[in-house]
């Protein structure tokens, strides 16, 4: 054949040899060089294209492990025969489009998730890692148990019955890397006809999850309790998925009354569950800790949950679920298979922070940080003296804003906006939309900003909702 000529870049970071096999590799592909052509020599080509032979050689060696070229002893190089893909015509509806970005409007985010992060103990945990490699455990390079390090289970067991009266052991507790995993599990573990009930408004992922599953599930309301019983007692569902410390996104937290009245539903009939995910509740500013659902079960109804990811940090990504005796068995008979995903070095590490006193004095540490992040954002908000009523402050990192100036949630949202204020709306936490109420609310987060962030972002919502 003919010398092959193609553009070389040599100010490209890509080798001068992946260059030549791309393009030999296409010319293939697309039939330009047919099966059985005789590829130019390695001193031709090279001579031709002013490059070395060394070159040339792994550009073709690489064709040859694909299986593009073959080379014949004493004859050359040849092209093999390749079946060609079929090219079909399909018509998209969907393009891929570059999302405008934000963050250069921004200049204040009221957003709900992260932590602050000035707080974070550096220092701790760059000495615990360090602390932890170098054991020279060779625990470190073991698969390790399926529902997660022994020690770091009995410390979190230990941490749960002293601080929220969760009653189990270390066997009880398994370990993944978020809730939307361990929710996955129980998908699998429970019935395969359970109906869930989720919060309406709720945690958004819960429906995409039950959806991408293909769980049944139904939209239970909520009022200043939370979840309605008298739905619940109407309704189809079996496990009902609640936030009872701190609901979320209203704040409300659920009164005993309402506990009591969701666990005698649950122990009316055999396969009732309630997944009770204790959202925010390290974090509650009045009155005194209010008991967890499990710690009040007597009849292994309720599936606990928790999170570090407020409490430490979302990157952290350790969640952790405590399931009642018999299905912690039924676990070990169909979900074995499933290993624990958080790295056992991190495990180690987070076992050292619990056991050695760190997490405690961290949480006291940010309760007191949160709290008047909190009192700041409620004063400036009252101070304004514009009738913005505001819910769910006791507890937790976001309170709802209930704006009195006609505007809807999008042109609150969108006036914000305009100054450099990101808001949130609470619409898109309804599961079910028909029961999103006309009055606009708006969630405000405050755990990742200062205190004068807080109160120069106010002073913004002002001019931008009654200027």
């Known amino acids: 054949m003919e010398m092959l000529t193609f553009n070389l870049n040599t100010d490209s970071k890509i080798p001068i040899y992946h260059q030549l096999y791309s393009f030999i590799k296409s010319e293939i592909q697309s039939g330009k060089i047919p099966y059985d052509t005789k590829l130019p020599s390695k001193r031709k080509?090279?001579?031709?294209?002013?490059?070395?032979?060394?070159?040339?050689?792994?550009?073709?060696?690489?064709?040859?492990?694909?299986?593009?070229?073959i080379s014949l002893e004493k004859k050359g190089f040849f092209v093999s025969k390749i079946d060609h893909l079929q090219k079909l015509q399909v018509n998209s509806p969907y393009e891929l489009t570059h999302q405008k970005s934000e963050s250069s409007e921004v200049i204040y985010d009221f957003s709900y998730h992260g932590v602050d992060q000035a707080t974070f103990p550096f220092d701790t945990w760059r000495k615990l890692t360090k602390d932890v490699i170098n054991e020279y455990d060779t625990e470190l390079l073991l698969p390790g148990d399926s529902l997660g390090y022994h020690r770091l289970r009995a410390a979190i067991a230990a941490y749960l019955h002293q601080s929220r009266g969760v009653n189990c052991t270390e066997h009880q507790i398994v370990i993944s890397s978020g809730t939307e995993i361990l929710?996955?599990?129980?998908?699998?573990?429970?019935?395969?006809?359970?109906?869930?009930?989720i919060e309406n408004p709720g945690y958004e992922k819960l429906n995409q999850l039950f959806t991408g599953n293909r769980a049944s599930f139904t939209a239970i309301n909520i009022d200043h309790d939370g979840m309605l019983p008298e739905e619940v007692e109407k309704?189809?569902?079996?496990?009902?998925?609640?936030?009872?410390?701190?609901?979320?996104?209203?704040?409300?937290?659920?009164?005993?009354?309402?506990?009591?009245?969701l666990l005698n539903w649950a122990n009316e009939v055999e396969g009732r569950y309630i997944i009770e995910d204790d959202y925010d509740s390290e974090f509650k500013y009045s009155g005194k800790p209010i008991p967890v659902l499990q710690g009040l079960d007597n009849n292994e109804k309720v599936i606990y949950m928790g999170s570090l990811s407020k409490s430490i940090s979302p990157t952290l990504r350790v969640s952790y679920m405590v399931l009642p005796l018999h299905l912690i068995k039924r676990y070990h008979e169909k979900l074995s298979y499933i290993l624990c995903p958080v790295p056992i070095i991190e495990q180690k590490v987070l076992c050292n922070f619990i056991e050695q006193g760190y997490f405690e004095r961290h949480l006291n540490k940010m309760r007191?940080?949160?709290?008047?992040?909190?009192?700041?954002?409620?004063?400036?908000?009252?101070?304004?003296?514009?009738?913005?009523?505001?819910?769910?402050?006791?507890?937790?990192?976001?309170?709802?804003?209930?704006?009195?100036?006609?505007?809807t949630e999008e042109q609150l949202i969108d006036s914000a906006m305009n100054y450099g204020v990101k808001t949130y709306g609470i619409s898109k936490y309804y599961c079910d939309k028909s029961c999103v109420k006309p009055s606009a609310l708006l969630l405000i987060g405050y755990a990742t900003m200062t205190e004068k962030e807080i109160v120069q972002a106010v002073t913004l919502l002002d001019k931008a909702w009654f200027s």
């Open 45 to 69: 080509l090279s001579s031709y294209l002013k490059i070395s032979q060394n070159t040339v050689q792994a550009a073709y060696d690489q064709l040859i492990e694909e299986g593009y070229i």
């Open 368 to 407: 007191t940080v949160y709290k008047k992040k909190r009192d700041t954002l409620v004063k400036a908000i009252t101070d304004l003296n514009k009738g913005i009523e505001i819910q769910g402050a006791d507890a937790g990192l976001h309170l709802l804003l209930k704006v009195p100036n006609q505007m």
């Open 235 to 261: 309704g189809k569902a079996n496990i009902l998925c609640v936030t009872p410390a701190h609901q979320f996104p209203s704040g409300e937290i659920m009164p005993i009354n309402r506990r009591i009245r």
């Open 183 to 197: 929710f996955q599990s129980l998908i699998q573990l429970l019935d395969k006809d359970s109906i869930y009930g």
